[in-house]
Structures are given as structure tokens and as C-alpha cells.
């Protein structure tokens, strides 16, 4: 069931990938991993912006929203991988980024800009 879960997930990874580069985003990495956890995507806006884009599917309501998957705890882990994203990428915290979360429910997508804030 894992390896179908995991299928599953990349195919609506690429979905939400496809949509931001639509909007204009570039997509910088892919499933970033570090040994604190993983961020799904991470890119940057024509703006300016470093983006770490976690990716949320639901196939219907009933198992809630897809938003609404990003508590606090898988917030909390976003932000120790993306602390060290910039310690390894820029060298330095003073980076404009944020944290947008895209929610992919049956054929709908909604990207959420600045979706929560970096916690500790």
C-alpha cells in the first residue's frame, strides 16, 4: 500500500509543479530531503520569493480538506528543513521566503501563498 501511496503522491507533486511553472514559478527542487524530513517542492516566484510548497491531495471532502492536512506538527518540520535548505543553498536566513501549501482536491487545485508561518 506504501509503494501505491508513494505513486500517488509524486503523480500529484507533478500536478502541483506543473500548475505553479503555469504561474510562473520555477521549480527549484523536487521532494528536498535532509535529515529532518522532506518539503515537496521548492522554487521561486517571478517576484522574487523562495517558496517551500508542501502538496496535499484528497480525491473528495470526506477526508477533509486537503489545507487542512498541514497541521502543526508537519508545519513544524517544514520549517527545520527549510532552515537548513538556506543554510546550505544561500548561507544566510536573510532570504525572502514563505510558505504556501497547494491543495489538490478531485480536479481542483488552490494554492494557498504564505500558508503559515515559520515555526520553532
Not at 10 to 32: C, H, K, P, T, W
Request: proline share 1%.
Amino acid at each position: 500500500m506504501q509503494k501505491n501511496k508513494r505513486k500517488v503522491g509524486a503523480f500529484y507533486e507533478e500536478i502541483a509543479a506543473d500548475y505553479l511553472v503555469s504561474q510562473g514559478v520555477m521549480i527549484l527542487e523536487r521532494n528536498y530531503r535532509n535529515w529532518l524530513g522532506e518539503i515537496d517542492l521548492i522554487g521561486m516566484t517571478a517576484d522574487g520569493w523562495l517558496i517551500f510548497v508542501e502538496v496535499k491531495y484528497r480525491s473528495s471532502e470526506r477526508s477533509g480538506s486537503p489545507l487542512a492536512a498541514v497541521n502543526g506538527r508537519k508545519q513544524l518540520v517544514i520549517s527545520k528543513v527549510a532552515v537548513e535548505y538556506l543554510k546550505n543553498h544561500y548561507r544566510s536566513m536573510d532570504v525572502r521566503c514563505r510558505f504556501d501549501v497547494v491543495g489538490i482536491n478531485g480536479d481542483k487545485i488552490c494554492w494557498i501563498k504564505n500558508a503559515f508561518d515559520f515555526c520553532q
